[in-house]
């Protein structure tokens, strides 16, 4: 005797916000064992919502739309009622038959007793094939399965209902109790929530510590309907974990539906797809915000990017001698060069002493005109004499491929404002201060740093913090003769832009020879506590985007020019240059100070690895 059915077709309760009504409420009854007749009304309720899609999905695992699918499906029923009534009731009932359904199939499949009752649970077809296959998210889905598990039910009762069942919003907001309204502000956090716990998967999954730092780099020209960088497309050409993750990300582009019902069903899940009576209907998808619509955004197919072109901007050579900056540094020995080191150190910060020894004849100034476009004053700069680096360096950061200066997202600093590229101006928001130990603090707002290690690789502002503390190195970098800035927590590591275009994030990458990890110190007007009055008439000074003449043999990342040389050793008693930190051919050995890795661990260039 076949199994009957429910009342076909099934519906979901009437639209409006009646929480009595929802999911969770019904679910909560079956809990209370005196309240006979409520969890009678509770069963009838939930059968009339759920039995046709599960009934389907049992039909998918049996290959069967007879006895065996009925019968798999009021089994799968009846264990997730038993499991509610020892449980905390959920919203996201749909995903969890499904569930239910898909594991009670592959349990029945090997049992002999059950297949001589249902000799269907065996065909060749699916039988065989849900014997021998692994019924969990394959590993081009592993990160969805995971985040799906661990967002809150509500979350999951809308992307399941509105992106797999593809049924309009009134429905799941019906089966939580709450008004579209809100159902729809809900959906667009749900969508969110899903992705982080994406791109946080990718990182908690990473068995190459590279891949970590790729995250925030594959989710920003994705969300974008962009390019992936080169050097992310080469690395995710090589990488599966990365190449899987990206194919995954593209799916948020309006095909989640394919990415859910694959990552939580696994077998079948395109099948059970293809069966929702509203995919069949003509115009019917998936609900978007009423308040900002998405609108279509290109993608390129999984596996397959586009290549943003190189970068090669005018005056790169000027900064960066890469080329020959290994040959050059054993070329001029080690002394020349820990002469250089420490010369480069008392430059960058101004005198704020008087008894540092007899000043350089003349005074150098520096300037240099805005892009096209741009509204930045003209940078200028009067340097002092070199001296003891008793005062922070007060500075913009001017990348060298973009011609564009490290800003913050919201011009209100807070902490977990971003930073992004944008064109070079004298506004508080685009100055920092770097200080002698290493620490990157915002003068908009002097209580808050720099932080390279808080949200996925992507720089934001975070509390400053001292050098001994867990968070120390975090807020604190090495900036190195070639401008790089290193971030004191992983030395494999470089502060960059995302791209080196205008809003650009800034990001931490892979350290590598391009211009986009190379930073320019220079300043919109005059510090303060410059020395102003002019002693004599200067030559003129060489602009950091000239070509080195011959011989200089190093290209140092000034926008404005290196004092006069003159003795490093201090005076007995007297304040004077720091020492220099061991030297080695490495051109990225930090510029400034040699004692910061008795304070912070990780180490860079000569000082570890």
Known sequence: MRTPHPPQPSYPPAPGPDPADSDASLAAALREPAAEAEATHAVAALLVRHWEPVRDYAAICTASSENAAAVLAT??????????????????????????????????STDRRVSALLPESRKPVNGREMRTSNVTAPENRILAS???????????????????????????????????????????QAREKFRSGCLRAHVELATNPECRYYSRLLDVPIRRGGALLPDVQRHVEECRHCRYAAEQLSHFDGRL???????????????????????????????????????????????????????????????????????????????????????????????????????????????????????????SSTFPPSGTPTSPLRTRLRNAAADLCLDLQDRTPKAGTGTKLAACSSAAAQQWSYESDGLLRSVAEPDLCLD???????????????????????????????????????????????????????????????????????????????????????????SATTRPPAGDGLALPLSRPLPSVRPLQPAAGNRGVPPAPPFTADADTPAAYGTRRAESGAGHGAYGT
């Open 75 to 108: 089994a799968a029923f009846d264990k997730v009622w038993q499991t509610l009534r020892r449980s905390e009731p959920t919203a996201a009932l749909r995903p969890q038959l499904l569930v239910t359904v898909r594991d009670m199939a592959k349990a029945w």
């Open 146 to 188: 995971r985040s799906f598990q661990a967002i809150p039910a509500d979350a999951q009762c809308l992307l399941w209902h509105i992106e797999v069942e593809a049924e309009p919003i009134s429905s799941p907001a019906a089966l939580l109790g709450i008004d579209t309204e809100t159902a729809l502000a809900e959906l667009e």
């Open 257 to 379: 539906g394919v990415l859910l019902a694959e990552s939580v069903l696994a077998w079948g899940g395109r099948r059970y797809l293809d069966t929702r009576p509203a995919r069949r209907r003509p115009g019917s998808a998936p609900a978007q915000s009423a308040s900002a619509p998405q609108p279509p955004r290109r993608h390129s197919p999984p596996g397959r990017h586009r290549h943003l072109p190189r970068v090669t901007p005018a005056g790169v050579r000027a900064v960066l001698a890469r080329d020959n900056s290994k040959a050059v540094l054993t070329g001029i020995g080690v002394g020349s060069a820990v002469l250089l080191a420490g010369l480069l150190a008392a430059s960058l910060w101004p005198d704020s002493s008087n008894d540092a020894g007899p000043a350089a004849p003349g005074g150098a100034t520096a300037s240099r005109t805005a892009a096209p476009g741009s509204q930045a004053p003209t940078a």
């Open 452 to 542: 390279s290690h808080a949200d996925d690789g992507v720089i934001a502002l975070g509390q400053c913090a001292g050098p001994k503390t867990p968070d120390g190195a975090d807020v604190r970098y090495d900036l190195t003769l070639q401008g790089r800035l290193i971030p004191r927590w992983r030395s494999e590591l470089a502060v960059a832009p995302a791209s080196p275009t205008a809003g650009s994030e800034i990001v931490v990458k892979i350290r590598n020879e391009s211009a986009e990890q190379v930073w320019l110190i220079d300043s919109a007007t005059a510090s303060p506590t410059s020395r102003t009055d002019a002693r004599a008439a200067s030559p003129p000074a060489r």
